[in-house]
């Protein structure tokens, strides 16, 4: 199986500053990365997918990058709506796996 | 507008079997997308269980894939799940959501406890 980790498990910051997001897969992976985001009680939502196409709807401020074992997730300006856990996964294989999660918490 | 909605028991004895159904509304089932299972204990990360095709082909988490069973009732729009052999360790969110390989739309999710 493709095992995904993320860094770090937990980031504090402050509303406006711009944060990143890390997520390292086992084997490459080419391009085929989700991240979603996901708040307390609630159901993920996807946010970028095939590693830096926004879902509609998902504002601009986020964005995403790499390709093969190392991929990125920015948020430029962090709003009070932002924090909340984020969770990459990896849909090259048929077994789809994510992350451990990336909790963003108000620092 | 797609929507997806999970039922069933909340729940289930250890050793039983666990059964849910998760009913599409707003796509067909026969549409060409993949539909999932996803599961997430309590505090802990989502955990992919397994998906199904319109064609009845499906793809199972190596973990899970000896107890599980996935299937498709075209007729009724929906698809189903069934776990085996549960132990507190099954204890979950269970969401359904659909699926290109990334999963678009989600189920708002259902808490099963595996208790006695």
């Known amino acids: 199986d493709i095992q995904m980790t993320q860094s770090p498990s937990t980031l504090s910051a402050s509303v406006g500053d711009r944060v990143i997001v890390t997520c390292r897969a086992s084997?490459?992976?080419?391009?085929?990365l989700a991240w979603y985001q996901q708040k307390p009680g609630k159901a993920p939502k996807l946010l970028i997918y095939?590693?830096?196409t926004l879902e509609t709807g998902v504002p601009s401020r986020f964005s995403g990058s790499g390709s093969g074992t190392e991929f990125t997730l920015t948020i430029s300006s962090l709003q009070p709506e932002d924090f909340a856990t984020y969770y990459c996964q990896q849909y090259k294989s048929f077994f789809r796996t994510f992350g451990q999660g990336t909790k963003l918490e108000i620092q | 507008q797609v929507q997806l909605q999970e039922s069933g028991p909340g729940l289930v004895h250890p050793s039983g079997t666990l059964s849910l159904t998760c009913a599409v509304s707003g796509d067909s089932i026969s549409s060409s997308q993949w539909w999932t299972w996803v599961r997430q204990p309590p505090g802990k990360a989502l955990e992919w269980i397994g998906e199904i095709y319109h064609s009845g082909t499906t793809n199972y988490n190596p973990s899970l894939k000896s107890r599980l069973t996935i299937s498709i009732d075209k007729s009724k729009n929906q698809f189903s799940l069934r776990l085996s052999s549960v132990t507190a360790a099954d204890t979950a969110l269970y969401y359904c959501a659909r699926s290109f390989g990334a999963f678009d739309y989600w189920g708002q999710g259902t808490l099963v406890t595996v208790s006695s």
């Open positions: 095939k590693v830096s």
């Open positions: 084997q490459n992976i080419t391009t085929w």
